[in-house]
């Protein structure tokens, strides 16, 4: 769901949605590249994401990942879920006297 939402606005590359997870996160979440990269290319696998090459002059060719329409949707369902999952966290983790 991280990466699904990071890259729904615009392309993006690994080393970017690594740096933005982290950096969103206060540092709590960090992304191991060598974890990363097989994870993106399975949500590229599963229709999710479409990845991209791009080459600039003076820089290291990257590879760039949209979502698709199926992330799209998937996406739309992984929020809703993840809302009703915190709000279940939050009622039974409420104080009780509150």
Same mark, same amino acid.
């Given at each position: 769901m991280l990466?699904?939402?990071?890259? @729904? $606005?615009?392309?993006?590359?690994?080393? @970017?949605? *690594?740096? &933005?997870? +982290?950096?969103?996160?206060? #540092?709590?979440?960090?992304? %191991?590249?060598? *974890?990363?990269?097989?994870?993106?290319?399975? &949500? @590229?696998?599963r #229709?999710?994401? @479409?990845?991209?090459?791009? +080459?600039? /002059?003076g =820089?290291?060719? $990257?590879?760039?990942?949209r979502l698709? /329409?199926?992330? $799209?949707?998937?996406?739309? +369902?992984?929020? *809703?879920?993840? $809302?009703?999952?915190?709000?279940a966290?939050? =009622?039974?983790? /409420?104080? +009780? %006297?509150?």
């Amino acid at each position: 769901m991280l990466i699904l939402s990071l890259v @729904e $606005r615009r392309p993006r590359h690994g080393y @970017e949605i *690594s740096k &933005l997870i +982290e950096g969103r996160s206060g #540092g709590v979440l960090r992304f %191991n590249v060598a *974890s990363l990269y097989p994870l993106l290319y399975r &949500l @590229e696998e599963r #229709g999710f994401v @479409e990845g991209r090459w791009v +080459e600039r /002059a003076g =820089q290291r060719r $990257r590879r760039y990942y949209r979502l698709t /329409a199926r992330g $799209r949707r998937t996406l739309r +369902e992984r929020r *809703s879920m993840w $809302r009703d999952f915190v709000k279940a966290i939050r =009622q039974i983790t /409420a104080a +009780e %006297n509150a």
